[in-house]
């Protein structure tokens, strides 16, 4: 206590003034930082974390599909082309089935009247050549059938439930199912007929940069094929029947071993609904026409619009197969 007494009749003093109508015009609420018992001092707000950039999630969901193809692609080889066997089935069988054709189909051609009307015929190296990119692609699309026929059977063995019960996605799974097959099946066939046409001096090519024009409209439809068919197949119990049905009627409308213009109006129709004859069409133009991407852009274009619809097949496939079995517990389509 100060030792000076204060005056009773002396003016107050201007704290003691303005602390009264501080408190007046700016009241301290009950909690309120700096009051007695109230919180500590505030902290600065929290900057929300930036979002997620798009590339980091686009990298991880490749890293993920990436992943599964991997998978695919190993559990395809222990299983089914991991046999010194398979090599019959990937380059002797093909060939042989090249051979068969070309000696059946040139002698009748070459002489007859056929040949005014399809000229390539009667050249026996163009005529190899038009019967050796048809046996490139039928091994690229066919190989999808097998491997689709092959899939359905997981339905018996119970590893399809564990694979739906993962958390990979259902169309990367078909896509990896199918690639796996396409490349184990289709790259020896590719590389012995690539070698085979660069020694002979063959192909007719308007440049470089057609080879992966190519490579692309044989890989990308085939892959959009394989898709659709696992799809389909999944939820297939007679899944023999597309086997059949995909099997020789499917390169004769192809156009695999003769002109698509040789074959009857609906066939025509048939047939360019398939990939295949689209594929066709590129390699060929390319390979043996020295067509340029100018004159092959409408084939190009129509080989795009039709893997857009497959793969959105594949996709109606998928989810409605999996409400139906969510639904009624079966694995069927319909």
């Given at each position: 206590m100060s030792g000076h007494s204060r005056d009773p009749g002396a003016l107050p003093s201007t704290e003691a003034l303005l602390?009264?109508?501080?408190?007046?015009?700016?009241?301290?609420?009950?909690?309120?930082?700096?009051?007695?018992?109230?919180?500590?001092?505030v902290r600065p707000p929290r900057r929300p974390r930036p979002l997620r950039p798009a590339a980091r999630r686009a990298r991880t969901e490749l890293?993920?599909?990436?992943?599964?193809?991997?998978?695919?692609?190993?559990?395809?080889?222990?299983?089914?082309f991991g046999q010194p066997l398979v090599v019959a089935s990937m380059l002797i069988w093909p060939l042989l089935q090249l051979a068969a054709t070309y000696?059946?189909?040139?002698?009748?051609?070459?002489?007859?009247?056929?040949?005014?009307r399809w000229p390539l015929a009667a050249d026996p190296a163009k005529l190899l050549g038009f019967?050796?990119?048809?046996?490139?692609?039928?091994?690229?699309?066919?190989?999808?059938?097998?491997?689709?026929?092959?899939?359905?059977?997981?339905?018996?063995t119970g590893?399809?439930?564990?694979?739906?019960?993962?958390p990979a996605g259902r169309v990367v799974l078909m896509l990896a199912n199918g690639a796996g097959a396409l490349l184990q099946n289709a790259w020896l066939l590719t590389c012995f007929l690539g070698a085979a046409a660069f020694g002979f001096g063959s192909l007719q090519v308007a440049g470089p940069w057609m080879y992966p024009v190519v490579l692309l409209a044989l890989l990308l439809p085939a892959m959009a094929w394989g898709a659709l068919l696992n799809?389909?197949?999944?939820?297939?119990?007679?899944?023999?029947f597309v086997y059949t049905v995909l099997d020789d009627p499917?390169?004769?409308?192809g156009g695999v071993r003769l002109p698509v213009f040789a074959l009857p109006g609906v066939l025509r129709v048939l047939g360019a609904a398939l990939p295949l004859t689209g594929s066709l069409a590129v390699v060929r133009g390319a390979l043996l026409e020295r067509q340029g991407l100018g004159e092959l852009a409408p084939a190009l274009a129509r080989l795009a619009?039709?893997?857009?619809?497959?793969?959105?097949?594949?996709?109606?496939?998928?989810?409605?197969?999996?409400?139906r079995a969510q639904r009624t517990g079966g694995l069927r389509l319909v």
């Open positions: 602390l009264p109508l501080a408190d007046r015009l700016l009241p301290l609420r009950p909690g309120e930082p700096g009051r007695p018992g109230g919180p500590g001092p890293r993920h599909a990436g992943k599964v193809f991997a998978a695919e692609a190993l559990k395809q080889h222990r299983t089914m000696y059946t189909l040139h002698p009748i051609a070459a002489g007859s009247a056929a040949a005014a019967l050796a990119t048809g046996a490139l692609a039928w091994a690229f699309f066919f190989s999808l059938v097998q491997s689709a026929w092959n899939f359905s059977y997981e339905r018996t590893t399809l439930e564990l694979l739906f019960l993962s799809s389909l197949m999944v939820f297939s119990r007679d899944s023999t499917m390169w004769f409308v619009v039709l893997c857009v619809l497959l793969l959105a097949g594949a996709v109606l496939a998928l989810r409605l197969g999996e409400a």
